[in-house]
């Protein structure tokens, strides 16, 4: 993940979901290939159709919006004070590196790229270098 200690802090209170939608796959379920665990799942994965619009659930600033091997089309939101989003397997990205996105702002259109079975958006969420479930930052205790 970039590192970024940016202070400003972009966000208030609560996040929203990137789309409304059924999580598929939990933060922190196993991963098990050829019958062996691998790790553990570190974001959320969401139910969409192909091209599905994804949307900021907070302001930030994009600091990566590129194809990476695993997560495929990526982009990877700095919202300050150690906070960051990823959103993988977009079909298309819709912002650029340097990007400063409102709330609801369009991110990028759900897909299947990189090692995934079918469309769908992840999202994973990172405090200060640990990944963190997601969902908590859905939830009213989140500073103003």
């Known amino acids: 993940f970039p590192s ?3 202070l400003r802090r972009y966000w208030r209170g609560a996040f929203r979901f990137p789309i409304e939608s059924a999580v598929t796959s939990e ?4 991963r098990v290939y050829n019958g062996r665990l691998k790790n553990f799942h570190t974001g959320l994965d969401l139910r969409a159709a192909m091209n599905t619009p994804i949307y900021a659930p907070a302001p930030g600033k994009v600091v ?3 194809d990476l091997f695993f997560t495929g089309n990526t982009v990877i939101l ?3 004070q ?5 959103y993988a397997h977009l079909n298309e990205i819709r912002v650029k590196k340097g ?11 759900s897909g299947k790229t990189g090692r995934v079975n079918g469309p769908h958006p992840h999202w994973q969420s990172v405090i200060h270098g640990v990944k ?6 859905t939830q009213s205790w989140m500073p103003e």
């Open 4 to 6: 970024h200690d940016t």
């Open 27 to 30: 933060f922190g379920t196993k």
């Open 64 to 66: 990566l919006a590129k």
């Open 78 to 80: 700095d919202h300050g």
């Open 82 to 86: 150690g906070l960051i989003t990823l």
């Open 99 to 109: 990007d400063v996105l409102q709330e609801k702002q369009i991110v990028g259109l």
């Open 132 to 137: 963190v479930n997601p969902l908590g930052l």
